[in-house]
């Protein structure tokens, strides 16, 4: 067999042995040091994505997030415009050797929705991203956890993995409890029908019924109404709830019941059995009275 015939014949056995590479496991450069990656969603479900990518005398290969890619700009840090290689169906884009940092910009779509009351967005991208929402938002949960945002609307997440769910209209139910000469306004912020709302000041207890299963439900309660610690029952079974606020004068509290039924917030202490000014005074004392206490325990 002569030499070409050979090289033939081993060109067409590595054709036949080797397995189909996709795109996605190729690997045109190194992968992509990102120095910043943001996710701006807006008003009316846009959501827009900036990465900036350090310098590299290598070429790099950034790896898009998930969805429908527009408007795909790549610059370089001062708005000069670069010239760069899509890879895939707009999978990744490579970028080239660069003595100053690379920004990607480009339009996301297709995947955000809006389900059950809420803007939904199930995403996934490993990569610290920054994450701005709307303005005017009631409520803002992830992986079924209640936010509360800070900065401008902002959160992080770190190497995301997360199912974002967000309301403009969420109901906020302020419901008025009276006490002899006091009034308070309690709020409830749920999609779920409330109803038959009782402040008990000898139970040391707030109670009311939930007409839906498994939505949200947070509650902001005056402490001068009812001082946390709280216990909280669904009907006669004890729940799980998440303080998520506190500042100073209400407590927030977030809570995802699974069925319908009563719900039953049971406090510490209550008006007017106990002023709120009483637990900081305490609490103030007794900080300056333990380190005498130390001292005379321990005499040396």
Request: overall charge negative; charged content about 25%.
């Amino acid at each position: 067999m002569d030499r070409v015939a050979l090289s033939f014949l081993s060109l067409f056995s590595l054709i036949v042995i080797l397995p189909a590479v996709d795109a996605q496991e190729f690997s045109f450069g190194e992968r992509a040091n990102q120095r910043s990656v943001e996710v701006k969603i807006s008003e009316d479900g846009k959501m827009f994505v900036t990465h900036e990518i350090d310098s590299s005398n290598r070429p790099q290969e950034l790896e898009l997030m998930d969805g429908t890619i527009s408007n795909l700009s790549v610059t370089d840090e001062n708005g000069g415009e670069r010239q760069v290689t899509t890879i895939g169906d707009n999978d990744s884009v490579l970028i080239l050797p660069s003595q100053t940092n690379t920004i990607v910009n480009y339009e996301l779509g297709n995947v955000l929705e809006f389900k059950n009351h809420y803007w939904t967005l199930d995403f996934l991208y490993l990569e610290s991203t920054k994450f701005f929402l709307p303005e005017d938002l009631v409520s803002v949960y992830v992986n079924d956890q209640k936010v509360e945002l800070k900065d401008g609307k902002g959160f992080v997440c770190h190497g995301c993995d997360m199912i974002v769910k967000y309301s403009f209209d969420e109901p906020r139910i302020i419901q008025d409890v009276k006490w002899e000469e006091h009034e308070f306004d309690v709020e409830v912020i749920s999609f779920s029908g409330i109803s038959n709302f009782v402040f008990d000041q000898p139970g040391k207890s707030l109670t009311f019924d939930i007409s839906e299963e498994g939505e949200y439900l947070t509650i902001v309660i005056p402490l001068e109404l009812l001082w946390e610690p709280y216990t909280v029952f669904l009907d006669d079974n004890k729940i799980k709830v998440a303080p998520i606020g506190n500042n100073g004068t209400h407590v927030s509290l977030f809570m995802k019941p699974s069925t319908s039924g009563e719900i039953n917030i049971v406090g510490t202490t209550v008006v007017p059995e106990f002023p709120i000014i009483a637990p900081l005074v305490i609490g103030f004392l007794m900080l300056l009275v333990l380190p005498f206490a130390k001292k005379k325990l321990n005499p040396r």
